[in-house]
């Protein structure tokens, strides 16, 4: 990862990896040395030094790992600018606003993300971290033996550690992308320049999300994907909601392909020849932005030594976080499970209990939720549709659309919906999936349901502020009691009514 380096980098590279750091002397044995400083890396290192444990966190990179640098922080600062640009741009149209015409300045947009990604760094900073009485140590890290890892000539030795590597994106073997160049998560970012024409490889979140965003920007934006649909991993029509809304603003999508070659010509244009069905084509751009999956981070930091075993998925742990020597866990990306940021938060918190403790927390334990932020947001929490049907299980499916709820009407929002799993005949919620502008932020209501054993019924002895799109949350629960009356019931009641 490189950075143009303007004021705003210089800001962040100045706490995130100070030019004139100096590594501190080692103490003789730490209680945890933590291996990155990503969202796992931190959390671990700072939780543990709250407790009182001596701490050391050695991070070879930046600070902050890719959530401050390269993925959360600076794809919502753009997905925020796309969304009012969009936003000005119907509002005549839809609510009578004035008349907007002609392009806007890109270079702001990012100098704008730049700006606050740097205003946020000091929270992840080496300085913070520091003061918080944690020896942090800038550099190259590896594990030289069971209990002892070395950092720029250093040896630090520990009773525990944690791997919190992180992972980075992984490009598909096909011929000629590495000649042909490309962008990732880790380069978008550097852009100055609107692309004039985006192919985007790969239809997961990040593809998605990227791709309505410069769409709205004004690129003309193509995005390109071996599966029948985007979002594999979400609900199938909660996938369609979001792809209706993504050809609304111009993008178009090749699905179902097969990516034969990349190449790019003196002019710079890229050229990506796809097949379907035995039907051959070239799809030319400008610009390319690989976003198909992830790798974890485990070369180089001496796995071998620490007898510390891998999978094609990354570190293998067992459902404590520990990995095969018992001195050792690893968290977030690199431990090969929900790769999110929130994700890799709990999982540090498991493992200072853990390693520090006598603790027994486990990682299958943990109702995880996620969300991509596309115009609807898509969130989930829970068993999805798919998986239920596919163990076999008892369940009931309840759907309120956003097109019943009255603010989703005022607003214009309409496409979404709420769905909810129950299991058997019960109202204990197996899983939800929430479709609408807020998606992210009302699925914590589901998951602290979840996590706290509450039923469906609770959201609808709950009174929400009206009109809100939480609302559907209680409209679900009154569906749910709707569909108890049975015909015996309704027999029953009429008797009493009489």
Request: hydrophobic residues 45%; glycine residues 12%.
């Amino acid at each position: 990862m490189t950075f143009p380096v303007d004021a705003n980098d210089q800001r962040l590279l100045d706490v995130v990896h100070p030019a004139d750091w100096v590594n501190p002397t080692p103490a003789s044995r730490y209680h945890l040395v933590v291996l990155g400083a990503g969202t796992g890396g931190l959390v671990s290192a700072a939780a543990a030094a709250g407790l009182g444990a001596r701490v050391a966190l050695v991070e070879r990179h930046l600070m902050g790992g890719d959530c401050l640098n390269v993925g959360c922080v600076p794809s919502k600062a753009i997905l925020a600018a796309a969304r009012s640009w969009a936003a000005a741009r119907e509002s005549h149209a839809r609510f009578g606003g004035p008349p907007v015409a002609g392009a806007g300045d890109f270079a702001t947009v990012m100098e704008r993300m730049r700006s606050l990604r740097a205003d946020i760094a000091p929270v992840d900073g080496a300085p913070r971290f520091r003061d918080l009485g944690i020896d942090v140590f800038l550099g190259d890290g590896a594990f030289i033996g069971p209990d002892t890892l070395a950092v720029g000539g250093a040896t630090l030795r520990f009773r525990r550690a944690v791997i919190a590597t992180g992972g980075r994106a992984m490009a598909p073997p096909i011929p000629g992308l590495a000649e042909a160049g490309y962008l990732t998560n880790e380069t978008l970012w550097n852009l100055t320049t609107l692309p004039e024409h985006l192919l985007v490889l790969g239809a997961g979140p990040i593809g998605c999300e990227m791709a309505q965003a410069f769409a709205r920007f004004g690129s003309a934006v193509t995005v390109l994907d071996m599966g029948p649909r985007i979002l594999s991993r979400d609900d199938p029509d909660a996938a369609e909601i979001v792809q209706g809304q993504m050809t609304h603003d111009g993008v178009t999508f090749a699905l179902g392909v097969e990516v034969q070659e990349v190449t790019r010509d003196a002019a710079g244009v890229v050229r990506v020849t796809v097949s379907r069905d035995g039907t051959t084509r070239v799809l030319e751009g400008t610009h390319l932005l690989v976003a198909a999956g992830r790798a974890p981070n485990i070369a180089g930091i001496g796995l071998e030594a620490a007898g510390v075993k891998t999978t094609k998925r990354g570190i293998e742990t067992n459902d404590r976080l520990q990995s095969s020597n018992p001195r050792i866990f690893a968290v977030g990306d690199v431990a090969g499970h929900h790769q999110f940021t929130h994700a890799a938060d709990f999982h540090a918190r498991t493992v200072v209990a853990n390693a520090l403790f006598y603790g027994r927390s486990r990682v299958s334990k943990l109702v995880i939720p996620w969300a991509t932020y596309t115009s609807p947001e898509v969130a989930h929490v829970g068993a999805t549709l798919a998986e239920l049907r596919e163990q076999g299980a008892n369940h009931e499916t309840i759907t309120v659309p956003m097109h019943d709820n009255d603010r989703a009407i005022l607003e214009g929002e309409t496409a979404g919906f709420v769905k909810v799993h129950l299991a058997g005949t019960t109202d204990r919620i197996l899983g939800a999936t929430v479709v609408g502008p807020d998606a992210g932020t009302m699925i914590s209501a589901m998951s602290l349901a979840i996590t706290n054993g509450l039923g469906l019924g609770a959201f609808g002895k709950t009174i929400h502020p009206y009109p809100t799109t939480a609302e559907a949350f209680r409209k679900a629960a009154d569906q749910r009691n709707r569909g108890k009356l049975t015909p015996l019931v309704r027999r029953v009641l009429g008797w009493w009514f009489r």
